[in-house]
T-cell receptor
Framework: AQSVTQLGSHVSVSEGALVLLRCNYS??????LFWYVQYPNQGLQLLLK??????LVKGINGFEAEFKKSETSFHLTKPSAHMSDAAEYFC????????????FGTGTRLTVIP | DTGVSQDPRHKITKRGQNVTFRCDPI?????LYWYRQTLGQGPEFLTY????????KSRLLSDRFSAERPKGSFSTLEIQRTEQGDSAMYLC??????????????FGQGTRLTVV
C-alpha cells in the first residue's frame, strides 16, 4: 500500500528565507513522486515530479526536491521565499501510470512573512 | 486551449436534493479523473474514464454518486439525495495516456459543494 506523510500542516517563513516542506512516503514498489501547489480557491498545479531519473528534481518557480530512497523522503525546498509562494502544498505518490493511482498527503500551508 | 474547466464553481444545496457538476477536460486528453477534497485533507480519487469508458471507481463513490462521459469529451458527476457529508471541493483532472511516470494530470479549479 502507498501513503504519504507531510510533516507540519503549517509552515511560516520570512520573505527571502529558505523554504523546506517535508514529505515521507511509503510504497511497495519504486514510486513516482509529485509536489503540487494549490492557491486559494484554485485547482492543483504540478510543481515537479520524480520518475526514477535524476534524484534531484527541479521544478517551476525555483522549487526543487530530492528523492532519498534510504530515508523514503521527497522534501521540497526553495532557497529564497517570495510572497507569491504562500499557498497549500501537496505531496503525492503513485505506483502506476495514471492519476487514478495518485495518493496525496494532507497538505502543508505555507505562509510567507514580509 | 484554456485548460480544464469546471462548472459551477460553487453550489449550495439543501440536504436531499440532487446536484450535477460538469467538467470539460483539455481537448486532446483521453483520461479524465474526479477527485474529492474535504477541508484540511488532500484530494482523494473517486473515479476515472479513458475516453468514454469508466475504468475504475473508488470505494468512496457510494451508490448515490454517478459519473458519465458520454462521448469521451466532457464529463458529469451527479450526487443524488445529497448529505451534509458530501460537502467538499470536487476536482476534475485530465491527462494523456502515457508511459510509466507520465501521470501529469492537469486539474480544474474545482466545484465547491455546500450541503445545508
Amino acid at each position: 500500500a502507498q501513503s504519504v506523510t507531510q510533516l507540519g500542516s503549517h509552515v511560516s517563513v520570512s520573505e527571502g528565507a529558505l523554504v523546506l516542506l517535508r514529505c515521507n512516503y511509503s510504497s511497495s514498489v519504486p514510486p513516482y513522486l509529485f509536489w503540487y501547489v494549490q492557491y486559494p480557491n484554485q485547482g492543483l498545479q504540478l510543481l515537479l515530479k520524480y520518475t526514477s531519473a535524476a534524484t534531484l528534481v527541479k521544478g517551476i518557480n525555483g522549487f526543487e526536491a530530492e528523492f532519498k530512497k534510504s530515508e523514503t523522503s521527497f522534501h521540497l525546498t526553495k532557497p529564497s521565499a517570495h510572497m507569491s509562494d504562500a499557498a497549500e502544498y501537496f505531496c503525492a505518490v503513485s505506483e502506476g501510470t495514471g492519476a487514478n493511482n495518485l495518493f496525496f498527503g494532507t497538505g502543508t500551508r505555507l505562509t510567507v512573512i514580509p | 486551449d484554456t485548460g480544464v474547466s469546471q462548472d459551477p464553481r460553487h453550489k449550495i444545496t439543501k440536504r436531499g436534493q440532487n446536484v450535477t457538476f460538469r467538467c470539460d477536460p483539455i481537448s486532446e486528453h483521453n483520461r479524465l479523473y474526479w477527485y474529492r477534497q474535504t477541508l484540511g485533507q488532500g484530494p482523494e480519487f473517486l473515479t476515472y474514464f479513458q475516453n468514454e469508458a469508466q475504468l475504475e471507481k473508488s470505494r468512496l463513490l457510494s451508490d448515490r454518486f454517478s459519473a458519465e462521459r458520454p462521448k469521451g469529451s466532457f464529463s458529469t458527476l451527479e450526487i443524488q439525495r445529497t448529505e451534509q457529508g458530501d460537502s467538499a471541493m470536487y476536482l476534475c483532472a485530465s491527462s494523456l495516456l502515457g508511459g510509466p511516470g507520465n501521470t501529469e494530470a492537469f486539474f480544474g479549479q474545482g466545484t465547491r459543494l455546500t450541503v445545508v
